[in-house]
């Protein structure tokens, strides 16, 4: 951003960063509200560098990472939704690329066409990765419940045991018959 005097950017980057840091350092907000902010920046940031520098920028990286870590927080819904928003984000740019909106739409290495292909591709993958990543989700958190599920099963099991060698402590204790162990 320094070296190509893109201090819009370099300004927005470092805000959200800033955020990010304070959210996690310093707020004690739910999960749900925390993950939605940290979400909301990824999404943010992809934007403001998909119209600020175009597809040579890193703007749909930020865009895969917020599907990505959408489907993480907040399961299929949430990646279905990012990838939803960024498919309309995607789209949008293409018609204002066309009608040449856009410095970077100048470039006459890059095509309509061009973008056509890469954003299809990139949303194909985008759709595979956050249907990938919900059944991984949906899968660890299966696993977590059987775990805590047993743990706690264990733990009754513990206290059971405990209990029952207490009470056969004070059976023998109270026997007037003299037990040999």
């Not at 819009?8 to 470092?14: G, I, K, T």
């Not at 703007?59 to 399961?75: I, K, N, P, Q, Y």
């Not at 739409?105 to 061009?114: F, G, I, K, R, Y």
């Not at 056509?116 to 985008?126: A, D, E, G, R």
Request: aromatic share 12%; proline share 2%.
């Amino acid at each position: 951003s320094v070296d190509q005097g893109n201090w819009f950017l370099l300004a927005l980057l470092s805000v959200l960063y800033i955020v990010a840091v304070v959210v996690v350092a310093f707020g004690k907000l739910p999960y749900k509200a925390s993950s939605s902010i940290g979400v909301s920046l990824l999404f943010i940031a992809g934007i403001a560098i998909l119209v600020k520098v175009g597809p040579v920028g890193s703007g749909r990286m930020w865009l895969f990472s917020f599907s990505v870590l959408a489907t993480m927080f907040f399961g299929l819904r949430g990646g279905i939704i990012s990838a939803s928003m960024n498919t309309v984000v995607l789209t949008a740019t293409g018609f204002a690329m066309n009608a040449g909106y856009f410095q970077w739409a100048a470039n006459p290495d890059l095509t309509v066409d061009m973008w056509i292909v890469s954003s299809v591709t990139y949303l194909f993958l985008n759709g595979i990765v956050v249907v990938s990543m919900a059944a991984l989700v949906d899968g660890l958190e299966k696993r977590l419940l059987e775990e805590n599920r047993l743990r706690n099963k264990i733990s009754s099991a513990g206290m059971e045991l405990e209990e029952s060698k207490e009470k056969l402590y004070q059976a023998i204790q109270g026997s007037g018959v003299p037990t040999f162990l």
